[in-house]
T-cell receptor
Framework: DTEVTQTPKHLVMGMTNKKSLKCEQHMGHRAMYWYKQKAKKPPELMFVYSYEKLSINESVPSRFSPECPNSSLLNLHLHALQPEDSALYLC???????????????FGPGTRLTVT | LAKTTQPISMDSYEGQEVNITCSHNNIATNDYITWYQQFPSQGPRFIIQGYKTKVTNEVASLFIPADRKSSTLSLPRVSLSDTAVYYCLAYNYGQNFVFGPGTRLSVLP
């Protein structure tokens, strides 16, 4: 199984809502990532988890809160978002061992988020 | 991180070979060249990776000259379904991905 699944596919939320994005993989990968992608722009890295520990936070606002409950799951909790946060949120995973991360990342289909 | 430069867009016709060149003048010794493909509303998909010379898989070939300051992704006999954005990355184990703007390939009938 080389699939990364993300739910929901689409999400519309108001600026006062709290919602969560979910990502799951069963490839045994120990590195997991959240990216944000605006229309016609490349993906931008937000967070990296390595062995369920947050290793990289690319200066993301605190209204985005990641969580890695176990080695297969990755969540992104959203609170008090702004309209400019509307984007495609991509989850990815890759193998990791001895501090080395492979360049082959497996991406999910993304969650299309609209903040109203 | 090595900065990569690619053409913003390219057009091709079905059945042709497409070559997309990426410049990475300040590539580091430990950097690998990695290419991803992204269709609209989907996540990027790994295509190929190389360090030097030529690498070929079932999807594409990657040519990297001896000085490694550039690389060329070659897609043989493209079809309409190859219409996508192609990203070139210079990647070093332990670093994080920095996607450039990519090349938007349009395959015409």
């Amino acid at each position: 199984d080389t699939e990364v699944t993300q739910t929901p596919k689409h999400l519309v939320m108001g600026m006062t809502n709290k919602k969560s994005l979910k990502c799951e993989q069963h490839m045994g990968h120990r590195a997991m990532y959240w990216y944000k992608q605006k229309a016609k722009k490349p993906p931008e890295l937000m967070f990296v988890y390595s062995y369920e520990k947050l290793s990289i936070n690319e200066s993301v606002p605190s209204r985005f809160s990641p969580e890695c409950p176990n080695s297969s799951l990755l969540n992104l909790h959203l609170h008090a978002l702004q309209p400019e946060d509307s984007a495609l949120y991509l989850c990815a995973s890759s193998q990791e061992g001895r501090g080395r991360r492979t360049s082959e990342q497996y991406f999910g289909p993304g969650t299309r988020l609209t903040v109203t | 991180l090595a900065k990569t430069t690619q053409p913003i867009s390219m057009d091709s016709y079905e059945g042709q070979e497409v070559n997309i060149t990426c410049s990475h003048n300040n590539i580091a010794t430990n950097d690998y060249i990695t290419w991803y493909q992204q269709f609209p509303s989907q996540g990027p998909r790994f295509i190929i990776q190389g360090y030097k010379t030529k690498v070929t898989n079932e999807v594409a070939s990657l040519f990297i000259p001896a000085d490694r300051k550039s690389s060329t992704l070659s897609l043989p006999r493209v079809s309409l379904s190859d219409t996508a954005v192609y990203y070139c990355l210079a990647y070093n184990y332990g670093q994080n991905f920095v996607f450039g703007p990519g090349t938007r390939l349009s395959v015409l009938p």
